[in-house]
């Protein structure tokens, strides 16, 4: 993938200067935090919900290998056509092998973070291929040359009158005001005729259906049932661990995903493909593929990182994030951001290109207090940061003053002695209760003052007090 | 719960308490003998270990918590003024020993016995402060690990509610974090900054006197910013104004 240019730190720097930025992510993400919690407090079986639904992971995660060979036999049976991608290069050779073997000039895609995960809009140009993406906020991103900035609203990053903007320059005729259903109307009609004229639909899928080998799509726009319809050929791209065992089983995950998402009950659209067109059907495409795509899933079932294959990308998370509230998605440099991004990330790009994503997390825990399928993001996010600290990918700086700081928590004299000295020097620095500017404590004193330590610790304090009762009464010292 | 007559508890400091405001530790130690506590301090206490094991370096974390856990083995009681040690003994001890055959044992016990102040003294003691009158208003910041690794959000709030005069305010996203992380604080530093400008921000939009909470290291966080913006808010660990000690000097105020 477009792999960023500069850090973390530098990219973070950027996005906190971005006041409109700030505006776009305060609006969606607040949004999404209340309606979630009206969501939830309107559903009281939540919790019950929330344990069944980590136990049906759990269940199919312990079972993979089981329920992927089921699910490739039943969506054989159906008609559609299974191929199996160890890595995302294996995905993006299978799907653009069949886009040129159908001569495929024209391809619409309905919104699929897999899809950005496998860098597949890249390969469809390498491959000289139109991609025209039909999700609303997609379409904006692409008409912005963007990536997504969050896993459910990917524009979100843009307000809507940032968007009023790109939709005049890029809609012909451009829409005729900046009120949202104009440019929703205007959206519609430079899609329609890219929907009827598309030879190949390439979707994602939120469940994969082991008992009937049915895929399964949820979306509020419509916009993925006009995009795997009525091409010739759909394409669904979905990771392994998107399986469940039963319909029903699907649908006790759609009240968690649905609710944890948008704080809605159910989706505009709940949609189940199974098979292509078959004789007597309307409508439907001639061929369904279905790229089963691992890309580090089997790697993460063998290690610490096992819960996190439970994630149904409901964005909750990140909703509920101080720290992506103030970021946003972009900062991350990953395809995936926030707590499961900090996460994912280091998995898919490897640890010594991520490991400031892990530690960019104060531990609040409210990741995971949100997490529909309870999963111990924190517990994982500090995972990363063990194995950081084994690979020895922690700045040799950090080392050395972790180093020292806990040879002298090892010697309780020599700590009291640190502390002692310590807080002594501390209030040379500052005047009439703070510190203003501390060397080597830049960080703290750049944006905030620091408290002067009041002179004595408590230690010494204490021990004071209590040798001044030893001399009054002696059998009061021990006490 | 409830305790037998007593109890002998070990009070462990926490090192921002025996560096920065010693005022914590003797206010529990009030409280603790108020509610008829034997309180000790035992000596050979450092730090809980927490710099170590949010870096990532397990091999130190684990062998501060061994200190700690022997240094702490013949009291009933181990007590903090602070949620985020207490929420590491509890939780992270057990979990970073599990694989020691001589210490996992230990350290699930030490767990057992180990408290926050607050929820100590109305769980466990049933304790309610006698006599306390303060007159001002303050609000609450819920700190992150108390609340969500120990479940601690009635305790203080009934504690307070003792203090007469008090009144009580509420403060938007109390729940929310203060951006403090411990080293998150200094290693993503504009980050940090930006999340305690917003808290400042809630706190301010209170108009109370008094900002209470239970974690020194958020405390300094915010007193800091508000500081720094100019903002009268007087700073208190929740337990200071239970023991009457908020008379004195605030933090970042010199008595």
């Known amino acids: 993938m477009n792999a960023p240019q500069q850090g973390f730190k530098e990219r973070a720097d950027a996005e906190l200067k971005n006041a409109v930025l700030k ?37 199919v995660i312990a079972h993979l290998d089981h329920y ?73 991103i692409q008409l912005a040359g963007e990536r997504p900035s969050h896993i459910v609203w990917p524009a979100m990053h843009r ?57 399964c799509t949820v979306t509020n726009e419509g916009n993925a049932e006009l995009t795997t319809t009525p091409p010739r050929i759909h394409i669904v791209t979905a990771g392994i661990e998107k399986l469940v065992p039963s319909t029903a089983h699907a649908f006790a995950l759609l009240r968690l995903l649905v609710r944890s998402a948008t704080g809605g009950e159910m989706t505009q659209y709940t949609t189940f493909h199974c098979g292509p067109k078959r004789p007597g059907d309307a409508d439907g495409p001639e061929e369904m593929h279905i790229v089963l795509v691992d890309n580090g899933r089997t790697r993460m079932l063998a290690d610490e990182f096992r819960p996190m294959l439970r994630c149904i990308r409901c964005g909750a998370c990140m909703n509920h994030c101080v720290v992506y509230r103030q970021i946003g998605g972009h900062a991350y440099g990953g395809t995936y951001p926030g ?114 330590p009041s002179g004595r610790t408590f230690m010494e304090q204490y021990r004071a007090g209590q040798a001044g009762r030893a001399g009054q009464t002696g059998r009061e010292a021990r006490k | 719960m409830s305790a037998k007559p007593n109890p002998r508890v070990g009070l462990f400091v926490t090192c921002l308490v025996d560096a920065i405001r010693p005022g914590i530790g003797f206010a529990a130690i009030q409280l603790l003998k108020e509610a ?9 206490q450092t730090c809980c270990g927490q710099p170590a094991l949010n870096s990532g370096d397990d091999k130190d974390a684990a062998d501060l918590a061994r200190r700690t856990i022997a240094a702490f083995e013949g009291h009933d ?71 969500r690794e120990l479940g601690i959000a009635a305790q203080p709030r009934a504690l307070l509610a003792s203090v007469e005069g008090l009144e009580m305010r509420g403060l938007e996203g109390n729940d929310v974090c203060c951006g403090f992380g411990g080293t998150f604080c200094v290693k993503y530093s504009s980050i940090s900054n930006a999340i305690v400008t917003e808290k400042a921000e809630a706190v301010e939009r209170t108009g109370a006197d008094l900002l209470l909470s239970g974690d020194l ?32 000097p605030a933090i970042g105020e010199e008595g």
Request: hydrophobic content about 45%; proline content about 5%.
């Open chain 1, 339 to 452: 707590p499961m991004g900090a996460v994912l990330t280091p998995v898919l790009d490897g640890l010594a290109q991520s490991r400031d994503l892990p530690h960019a997390c104060t531990m609040n825990g409210r990741c995971a207090e949100v997490c529909p399928v309870e999963i111990p993001l924190p517990t994982l996010l500090r995972a990363w940061r063990t194995r950081s600290w084994r690979e020895r990918l922690e700045p040799r700086s950090v080392r050395a003053a972790l180093g020292l700081w806990a040879m002298a928590a090892r010697r309780p004299w020599l700590y009291r002695l640190g502390s002692r000295i310590g807080v002594r020097a501390l209030r040379l620095f500052g005047r009439r209760g703070w510190i203003g500017s501390l060397p080597l404590a830049g960080g703290w004193t750049a944006y905030r003052d620091l408290p002067r």
């Open chain 2, 36 to 44: 008829g506590c034997r309180v000790e301090v035992p000596q050979a």
């Open chain 1, 23 to 59: 505006i776009a992510i305060d609006r969606t993400t607040g949004n999404a935090e209340r309606k979630r919690a009206v969501a939830v407090a309107a559903f009281p079986e939540f919790q019950a919900a929330r344990a069944r639904g980590r136990a049906i992971k759990d269940h």
């Open chain 1, 159 to 215: 307000t809507r009158e940032q968007v009023a903007i790109l939709f005049k320059e890029a809609h012909h005729p451009p829409p005729a005001a900046d009120d949202p259903a104009t440019m929703v109307q205007s959206a519609r009609r430079e899609l329609r005729a890219k929907f009827l004229g598309a030879d190949v639909g390439i979707s994602g899928a939120n469940f994969l259906v082991a008992d009937t080998g049915a895929t």
């Open chain 1, 68 to 140: 992927l060979e089921m699910f490739e036999r039943n969506a054989t049976a159906a008609g559609a056509q299974v191929h199996w991608a160890a890595d995302d290069a294996e995905a993006r050779a299978i799907i653009t092998r069949i886009c040129l073997e159908a001569d495929a000039k024209l391809v619409t895609r309905a919104k699929s973070m897999l899809g950005e995960e496998i860098g597949l809009p890249h390969a469809l140009a390498d491959a000289g291929i139109e991609r025209v993406e039909t999700d609303l906020a997609e379409h904006i």
């Open chain 2, 77 to 147: 009681y181990v007590v903090l003024p602070s949620g985020s040690c207490a929420g590491t003994m509890v939780h992270a001890y057990p979990e970073l020993l599990a694989g020691d055959p001589e210490w996992a044992a230990r350290a699930r016990d030490f767990a057992a016995r180990t408290h926050e102040i607050t929820s100590f003294l109305v769980d466990v003691m049933g304790y309610r402060p006698q006599g306390r009158r303060l007159d001002a208003t303050a609000t609450y910041h819920d700190s992150c690990a108390g609340l």
């Open chain 2, 217 to 248: 290291g958020c405390l300094m966080n915010m007193a800091g910013k508000l500081h720094r913006r100019g903002a009268k808010t007087r700073c208190f660990h929740t337990i200071e104004v239970v023991a009457g000690r908020a008379g004195g």
